[in-house]
């Protein structure tokens, strides 16, 4: 009787713990989304920038992108591919709007994954300007998504 009833319980526990977990691979996929660097809109996160003046980064599902710069007197744009390594972004650039301002000679900018819709601009291949306008090493950017609800009032 003591075994039948161990047994049972055993099964029932097992059962339990089955019926629990989320379908294969499930967890695993929202969890990489929501961690890694996917498409979207990522803004620059500096709260003394206007909103229509903070540098954006704009990832598209087909692998380009355009990075709006503030160039402090105008808007700057340059656009071009990104491919992604893990944590990092490399963004090559294909085409700009702008000369006469710091980083207009630019091929290339790097962004780190530092947590879930954030990257920091880690800089751009010129060792001697790593930075893009307004945009300097170690700015954060979030995704605009992220970046709406963190404004929005707390209750």
């Known amino acids: 009787m ?3 009833l161990a047994a049972s319980l055993l099964l029932a526990l ?32 500096a709260r003394e920038i206007e909103q229509a ?34 944590d990092w972004l490399t963004v090559t650039v294909q085409s700009l709007d702008f000369t006469g301002f710091a980083g207009d000679d630019v091929k290339e900018l790097t962004f780190e994954l530092v947590g879930p819709g954030r990257l920091m601009f880690r800089g751009t291949d010129n060792p001697d300007a790593p930075y893009l306008g307004a945009t300097e090493a170690l700015d954060v950017f979030t995704k605009e998504e992220a970046a709406a609800s963190s404004d929005a009032p707390q209750q």
């Open 53 to 86: 003046y903070r540098p954006r980064l704009e990832l598209y599902e087909d692998g380009t992108c355009a990075f709006t710069v503030n160039l402090l007197s105008a808007m700057g744009r340059l656009e071009g591919l990104y491919a992604v390594d893990g």
């Open 2 to 4: 003591k075994k039948r």
């Open 14 to 45: 097992f059962l339990f713990c089955i019926g629990c977990r989320p379908p294969e691979g499930v967890a695993m996929q929202s969890a990489a989304a929501q961690a890694g660097i996917t498409p979207g809109v990522y803004v620059h996160t």
